[in-house]
Nanobody
């Protein structure tokens, strides 16, 4: 089993920056892809960015050029660097781990609030 713990959310003004962290523990070898999703009130949970075990990266169009996903394999941690934040980026951000086999795993979520 894999456990995920997110940190780094908070309140920031529009145009500001935040960095989210997701520390993974447990059966790390079983993870095929790590990703960040977000869910705003009343909306569905959407993919923000993902990185596969081989290093392939994907971003939602809405965050391209502003957000950067990266990982530190030595620390089993994935980061989401967010710059030029907008009020529309306000949401609960969830870390996700997709294993090669079995169900997707979610973190507890961290709130990001961007004030105008």
């Amino acid at each position: 089993q894999v456990q995920l713990v997110e940190s780094g959310g908070g309140l920031v003004q529009a145009g500001g920056s935040l960095r989210l962290s997701c520390a993974a523990s447990g059966s790390i070898f079983s993870i095929n892809r790590m990703a960040w999703y977000r869910q705003a009130p009343g909306k569905q949970r959407d993919l923000v960015a993902s990185i596969t075990k081989s290093g392939r990266i994907n971003y939602a169009d809405s965050v391209k050029g502003r957000f950067t996903i990266s990982r530190d394999t030595a620390k089993n941690t994935v980061y989401l660097e967010m710059k030029s934040l907008k009020p529309d980026d306000t949401a609960v951000y969830y870390c996700n781990a997709d294993p090669f086999y079995g169900a997707s795993i979610w973190g507890q979520g961290t709130q990001v609030t961007v004030s105008s």
